[in-house]
């Protein structure tokens, strides 16, 4: 088993000595700034070489999964989140709490969701576990603060391998420091942000957030979020959110409350070198069977106001009116509501209920406000009407300039 303290490093046992080294400025900045190097992210406004980024989650939301998707898209190559333009490098996750068997389980989720196939990550994605064995960056004995043996093998993992993304599943199980004291936080971040300046990496930190009580969503897009001290906070570049559904954005956007679960969303609480934004971005769960038979979850992005507007549209009069007549044809006049019933089920995707629900909102025949549509160079109003003798719903369809 790994000690916890390899040695003491002496930049944390003995004073540092101050110094500055100012950098002049004035003609001949912009020119510099013409030959600037641009930032590289490697996942859009996420995450950004040479820095530390945290993603704040409560548990059970899909935090590793989010991380692990970031993690295949940059080894891939392939914005399997559609987040925005991501850039390829080597990638290595170390999880505290799965073991290898547990990740290839997810691994293979993933892959398979997304049609990736195995020779695409070939030597640019790296799983290490600690379950059972964590791997730790820093420890506390007494009030004394040392890096401890993860401090030296990550920076020498990353010089041979030449690794530009890390992932760290979870946080607190890096370190023995207290969890709320923001003095022991910010000593245990400035370890790895030290790697990251260092060796022009990034590195993605999961931490939890305080509990938010009955309202899944309070936390969404707030830094402040996360649980105990807020140095991880200033500390990291870009912090992300992820939130389960609350029911007002269920019933918001359609999803019957019994599905709610499989929905969550990712918001972008700071990020000190893009603009800000309140775009919100919604994933879905989804369930993969793996070779071996056994079920297993992958995540994808899924447009939940795009559908919502779509269920809205469809909802229309005049969206129900084009869909019925493709059903009839042009030239019918008249037609029974029992005999395209089934067939006005299949185009809108509908059931028995909802279907009728939709026909109540074609105006009746006495309606002032007739349904007209345009069909080529004709005129179409179409409206309903009881049959006289066995009172069945009919649909009338009018050719206005015939």
């Known amino acids: 088993m790994q000690p916890l303290i390899t040695e003491i490093h002496r930049e944390y046992c003995e004073p540092i000595k101050p110094s500055l080294k100012p950098v002049a400025y004035g003609p001949g900045l912009l020119e510099t700034l013409k030959n600037l190097e641009h930032r590289v992210w490697f996942v859009k ?61 997810r691994l293979g989720a993933c892959l398979l969701h997304h049609n990736i196939v195995e020779s695409e990550i070939d030597r640019y994605l790296e799983h290490s576990s600690g379950y059972g064995q964590p791997f730790k960056i820093a420890a506390q004995l007494d009030r004394d603060f040392f890096p401890a043996w993860g401090y030296d093998a990550l920076r020498a ?4 391998t030449g690794a530009e993304v890390i992932f760290i599943d979870p946080f607190i199980s890096t370190h023995n420091t207290e969890e709320n004291n923001n003095t022991d936080i910010d000593k245990v971040v400035e370890l790895y942000k030290a790697i990251a300046y260092e060796l ?40 992300v959110t992820l939130s389960a559904m609350n029911t007002k954005s269920a019933k918001d956007y359609g999803v019957p409350d019994e599905y709610r679960y499989q929905y969550f969303r990712l918001d972008l609480g700071k990020n000190n070198y893009a603009s800000n934004h309140d775009n919100v971005i919604w994933f879905r769960r989804v369930s993969v069977t793996l070779p071996n038979g056994e079920d297993n979850v992958a995540i994808q992005q899924i447009e939940l106001e795009r559908i919502a507007n779509e269920k809205e549209i469809a909802k229309s009069p005049a969206f129900i009116a084009r869909a019925l007549y493709s059903i009839v044809g042009e030239d019918t ?24 629900e939709r026909l109540k909102l074609i105006p009746t025949e006495d309606s002032k406000t007739p349904l007209t549509l345009k069909v080529g160079a004709s005129m179409i109003s179409l409206f309903r009407k009881r049959a006289k003798k066995n009172f069945a719903h009919e649909l009338h369809f009018i050719k206005l300039d015939s």
């Open 45 to 105: 406004n996420i995450l950004l070489k040479g820095y530390v980024s945290a993603l704040f989650a409560p548990g059970g939301v899909g935090k590793s999964m989010m991380q692990l998707s970031m993690a295949v898209s940059i080894a891939s190559g392939r914005d399997i989140l559609n987040v925005g333009r991501v850039q390829r490098a080597k990638v290595l996750i170390i999880n505290n709490e799965d073991d290898e068997s547990e990740f290839q389980r």
């Open 157 to 160: 993992y990353i010089k041979e």
């Open 200 to 239: 022009k990496v990034h590195i993605n930190i999961i931490h939890h957030t305080k509990k938010s009580g009955s309202d899944s969503e309070s936390h969404a897009g707030d830094p402040e979020a996360g649980r105990g001290a807020s140095s991880l906070k200033d500390a990291a570049r870009t912090v």
């Open 333 to 356: 006049t008249v037609v029974l509501w029992s005999k395209i019933k089934h067939e006005f089920m299949d185009v809108m995707g509908l059931g028995s209920s909802a279907a009728t």
